[in-house]
């Protein structure tokens, strides 16, 4: 199993930057991609930023340019950092693993909102 808690969410104004943590735990080295989604308020989870064992990363259309993902395998963590926040940023992002026998895993999630 490999479990995950998120940190880093908040309250911040359109424009303004946060960072999000996903520290992971448990059989770390089955993970084959961790990323995060966002949950918007009556909308479905979609996913924002992802990145593979291999250092691939791809992100979601209106995200491009904003965010970025970035993992420290020393602290087995992942980190979302997001600039030029926008109102429609706002949900709970959680953080997802992949691992290699296809099992998903998701983190508690974390609230970003973001004000106009």
């Known amino acids: 199993q490999v479990q995950l808690v998120e940190s880093g969410g908040g309250l911040v104004q359109a424009g303004g930057s946060l960072t999000l943590s996903c520290a992971a735990s448990?059989?770390?080295?089955?993970?084959?991609?961790i990323g995060w989604y966002r949950q918007a308020p009556g909308k479905e989870r979609n996913a924002v930023a992802i990145v593979t064992s291999g250092g691939i990363t791809s992100y979601g259309t209106s995200v491009k340019g904003r965010f970025t993902i970035s993992r420290d395998n020393n602290k087995n963590t992942v980190y979302l950092q997001m600039t030029s926040l926008k109102p429609e940023d706002t949900g709970v992002y959680y953080c997802n693993v992949h691992t290699t026998s296809s099992r998903v895993y998701w983190g508690q999630g974390t609230q970003v909102t973001v004000s106009s």
């Open positions: 448990g059989n770390i080295f089955s993970i084959s991609a």
